[in-house]
């Protein structure tokens, strides 16, 4: 089973270092995310549909919203990796030349190489979330130079070119996802709501967002799972049950299959940076 070594969370975002056997469903994240290798063998995430090799000479950035998964190979051998899940706003808030990085293409390339400066600073941020000895000022500081470092090598730090999502139909669609927050509605239903067929839908959901309606409610789902866990007066079987689960054995293998770790394990393992 994947183990989550640490799991940092702040303005920024989170950092987890993860443990890998097992594979990652088909999702996206509202984050721009940079995923490094920290060792073990090498492996390959695919993103938009294609294998992109995750090495210790490269790394995989994936813009927000962008469709990936991971298929594990090499049998019980086991990969460590260094996720980075950066939120567009605080990267934005940053430098303005970072506007982009919510909207359109960030990232001019999905899998990029490493110099000695990313190198190191991988290398630096691996060991020190591993021993749990860091102060916190030191870690976020660590984090805020690796992601700059990255954005600022391969960001499109062009103005915004922002697609308009002109459909109304979708906009409605994304408005009732949206308000019915952790437990997502009915697809069905939300088709007829939007004045489409199901076939439709999908299809024109897809050519608007580039994502299918099922993968844009999981990711839904998945941050406001995130979010419940870090309350500790919730016990787990509440927060699946809050989330719409029949069970909270079907909470546990849709949290892993997105994330990589079950419920408890993050709950264990994240650290909140002030």
């Not at 004045?195 to 099922?214: E, I, K, M, Q, V």
Request: net charge positive; proline share 5%; glycine share 8%.
């Amino acid at each position: 089973m994947t183990q989550a070594l640490g799991i940092l969370r702040g303005a920024f975002g989170r950092v987890a270092l993860l443990d890998m056997d097992t594979s990652l469903v088909d999702h996206a994240h509202h984050h721009c995310h940079v995923i490094l290798k920290a060792s073990g063998p090498d492996q390959d995430f695919i993103v938009a549909g294609r294998a992109l090799p995750v090495r210790d000479d490269t790394a995989i950035l994936i813009n927000s919203w962008e469709p990936h998964r991971y298929l594990h190979r090499g049998g019980l051998q086991r990969t460590a990796f260094l996720a980075l899940y950066i939120e567009p706003a605080w990267l934005a808030g940053i430098d303005r030349a970072f506007r982009p990085c919510g909207a359109g293409r960030f990232f001019e390339g999905s899998c990029v190489p490493l110099d000695g400066t990313l190198w190191r600073a991988r290398e630096d941020l691996v060991r020190r979330i591993g021993c749990h000895d860091t102060d916190a000022a030191t870690l976020e500081d660590r984090i805020r130079a690796l992601i700059i470092a990255l954005a600022h090598r391969y960001g499109d730090r062009q103005p915004p070119r922002v697609a308009l999502l002109t459909d109304h139909r979708i906009r409605r669609a994304l408005q009732l996802m949206g308000e019915s927050g952790a437990v997502p509605r009915d697809l069905d239903t939300v088709a007829r709501s939007a004045g489409l067929s199901r076939p439709h839908f999908n299809t024109l959901f897809r050519r608007c967002t580039g994502l299918s309606p099922a993968v844009y409610a999981n990711a839904v789902r998945v941050e406001a799972a995130v979010a419940a866990i870090l309350d500790p007066a919730t016990t787990l079987a509440v927060v699946s049950d809050d989330l719409g689960f029949s069970a909270p054995a079907n909470f546990t293998r849709f949290f892993q299959q997105h994330t990589g770790t079950i419920p408890s394990q993050f709950r264990r393992v994240v650290a909140e940076l002030p």
